[in-house]
């Protein structure tokens, strides 16, 4: 991701007022079709690359992280998240396990769908400057078939 400043100080609940990338995710998108508000195996997950700075006080340094917005209270703390700085700005890598998603048997030609939103916050007071979103997959509906 670009990145003209890289980092934010906000407390992982207020990721959405620093950089970070959304991830959007249906694990039963085939579940119910014709549903327009949140479902199960519907989640909203928030991954952010942390601050960058090494000073060696946990008060000051934020880590890269994973906070699940939706379904509220949902436990993260497996996934996994690496980030590093490049000369553009920073690369984000995450591991989101497939329990975490409700998933215990997973399988090949499991249908997933993903949305994948980048998030850029340049500005100190955490105004939202640019959204972009990504639909990687969506599963086919039976009815197509």
């Known amino acids: 991701m670009l990145r003209s400043l890289v980092g934010s100080e906000m407390c992982i609940r207020d990721r ?9 995710i249906d694990a039963m998108p085939d579940a ?16 952010s690359p942390g601050n960058f700075r090494t000073t060696g006080d ?6 890269p992280e994973a ?3 939706r379904p ?3 436990d993260v703390s ?5 980030a590093r700085r490049t000369l553009q700005g920073y ?3 995450a591991l989101v396990p497939f329990p975490v998603l409700g998933i215990s048997a997973p399988r090949q030609g499991l249908p997933i769908s993903l949305e994948v939103a980048l ?3 340049d500005s100190p007071e955490g105004a939202q400057e640019k959204h972009m979103t990504c639909l990687l997959y969506t599963s086919p509906s039976p009815r197509d078939s």
């Open 16 to 24: 959405w007022k620093g950089d970070h990338i959304e991830l959007f």
């Open 32 to 47: 119910d079709t014709n549903r327009t508000t949140w479902g199960d195996g519907q989640f909203q997950i928030a991954l």
């Open 58 to 63: 946990a008060l000051v340094d934020v880590k």
């Open 67 to 69: 906070y699940a917005y």
């Open 72 to 74: 509220e209270g949902l």
């Open 78 to 82: 497996s996934c996994v998240i690496a």
């Open 91 to 93: 690369a984000l890598e």
């Open 119 to 121: 998030s850029d916050c």
